[in-house]
């Protein structure tokens, strides 16, 4: 067994030693930037559990380290969102327990075969020394980690009577808090994988009150700093996440310069997918409205911060039609301001969730074997988020993409004056549109011409065709033809590719919004967003 344990911790250091040289974040304005050549760095996470009772990263029992870090980067993502909890730090029976006394707690022979098959250095290893090792081999492959305080008492998260939502809650005392920060802070100082720590995932409950939220961030954030100052902070709102409006009031003074990032999470949760399908484009209006609202707005107010979308999702089994709907509205919105984000979840599978072994996790990106992606699909649909389509003081002009957020492809120029669908990395570029205007190429001549009920739309040098935005969305792109009638871009449904122009879905004659509507509206959602790369 002390054989066992010396090879384990031996692994761990050559993880370490095995990870390229990192940058030290830092931000400036709305930005987080390289601290030492002051570019753009936009993190483009997943997120990744490890924060429930056995304390183990999920899917450890059902593959390689190496080969789970691998698929991260291979899907896109330059980052993890790692999540852990306080307890696993700060009380000393999980601080040196084994991987092997943690799954025996809970019976969990099958999962501890697993390991034992996948990653065999880790059972004999303990709980932080796994995290470790998962760490060193996730800035093995070019991943920052992002490491986030999900809870204290280790345990699925989150409802407002669990005891770990607010400061004084049952397992979420401040002192034992901020000391877990501390040992973590301590734990990674020096590891160039990790850039990040957020004080605390998802505050909630009734306790929550903003003179505590105020006393005890501005308390996390200086104890994260003092320890290991090259760390970004990274700081939540409250009512799970979804509510920074009163930062519009009272700012949140630090005495930190350039570390201070804030989190926001947006679901679709509690409203059900009868209401998306009557009532698409009044929702998501209503829904954007709401994130500008309360967290959004942090990127464009006069002391702006960058805003880090630590948390959206779906069911990526596209059954459930309310994320179906809701996710191409959060798309539309994330994509024109180009925040940094993280999405939930890559983990197919829980070895131990709510009291049940080998859970499936419909959020997922990966399948619960942990064999391929659920959904390559929806992966390729985050494309336009992936890239950096903004970066600050650019000497190039600006342009707009006009993104389908549906379908996650970019509207490209053919050969023949057509328009189609594409990666949104050839996307064409459109000057800036003013409504009821022209919709012109950039250094062109040529403008998109409406083409009547069921036409291929195209370009030419003809730019009669004047466009505006209509129905509450802001996403449908309407001209009038020669007869006077209006009709919005879509996506031809026959090929997904071909951009053509239909009557506009759930708005009437005089363009106004139907109060509910039977059909899908999104196909004719249409969004010009800024770049200036």
């Avoid at 030290?24 to 304005?29: G, N, Y």
Wanted: charged share 20%.
């Amino acid at each position: 067994m002390a054989t066992k344990a010396i090879i384990g911790l031996l692994f761990v250091f050559l993880q370490f030693a095995a990870i390229c040289e990192a940058i030290t974040l830092s931000t400036s304005s709305r930005w987080i930037i390289d601290q030492g050549t002051g570019n753009r760095v936009k993190l483009t996470c997943a997120n990744w559990a490890a924060h429930m009772e056995p304390m183990i990263p999920e899917g450890l029992e059902k593959k390689p380290v190496s080969y789970i870090a691998s698929q991260i980067a291979k899907l896109g993502f330059n980052c993890v969102r790692l999540t852990w909890a306080t307890y696993m730090f700060t009380r000393p029976e999980y601080v040196n327990l084994k991987v092997s006394e943690s799954l025996d707690r809970y019976s969990l022979a099958a999962a501890k075969s697993g390991i034992g098959k996948n990653n065999p250095q880790f059972l004999e290893m303990s709980v932080i020394d796994v995290q470790k090792a998962v760490v060193g081999e996730l800035g093995k492959n070019n991943l920052m980690v992002v490491l986030d305080n999900t809870v204290s008492m280790p345990t699925w998260c989150c409802s407002d009577d669990d005891g770990n939502g607010f400061w004084g809650d049952k397992y979420f005392g401040v002192d034992e808090w901020l000391q877990g920060l501390t040992a973590v802070a301590r734990a990674y100082k020096g590891n160039p994988a990790v850039v990040a720590m957020s004080l605390r995932n998802e505050l909630r409950g009734k306790g929550q009150n903003l003179l505590d939220w105020y006393r005890y961030m501005k308390a996390g954030a200086q104890t994260v700093h003092t320890e290991n100052p090259d760390f970004l902070i990274v700081v939540s709102g409250t009512s799970y996440d979804s509510d920074l409006s009163f930062l519009k009031l009272t700012d949140l003074e630090i005495g930190i310069n350039n570390k201070i990032v804030f989190e926001a999470h947006w679901y679709t949760f509690g409203t059900g997918a009868d209401k998306w399908e009557a009532q698409t484009n009044n929702l998501c209006a209503d829904f954007t409205k709401t994130a500008q609202r309360n967290y959004l707005f942090l990127t464009s107010q006069y002391h702006a911060y960058p805003l880090f979308l630590s948390e959206f999702g779906i069911d990526q089994r596209g059954t459930n039609e309310a994320d179906n709907r809701y996710i191409s509205c959060l798309l539309a919105a994330v994509a024109e301001i180009d925040i940094d984000w993280a999405l939930w979840a890559f983990q197919g599978s829980y070895i131990f969730r709510e009291g049940k072994a080998d859970i499936d996790e419909a959020y997922g990106v990966m399948n619960f074997n942990w064999d391929a992606p659920r959904n390559p699909g929806f992966v390729d649909r985050l494309q336009i988020l992936r890239q950096t389509n903004q970066v600050a003081n650019s000497k190039n002009p600006g342009y707009y993409i006009m993104l389908h957020p549906q379908s996650g492809q970019c509207v490209q120029i053919g050969n023949n004056n057509n328009v189609v669908l594409a990666n949104c990395k050839t996307a064409s570029r459109w000057d800036q549109h003013q409504d009821g205007g022209p919709l012109k190429l950039s250094g062109s001549s040529q403008c998109l011409a409406v083409a009547g009920d069921g036409g291929a739309t195209s370009v030419s040098d003809n730019c009669t065709s004047k466009w505006k935005y209509v129905s509450s969305s802001g996403l449908q792109l309407a001209a009038q033809d020669g007869m006077g009638k209006y009709f919005c871009l879509e996506m031809k449904g026959s090929d997904h590719s071909t951009v053509i122009t239909k009557k506009c879905l759930c708005v009437g004659d005089d363009l106004r919004d139907f109060s509910t509507c039977a059909d899908n509206p999104e196909v004719q959602w249409f969004k010009l967003v800024p770049a200036n790369v």
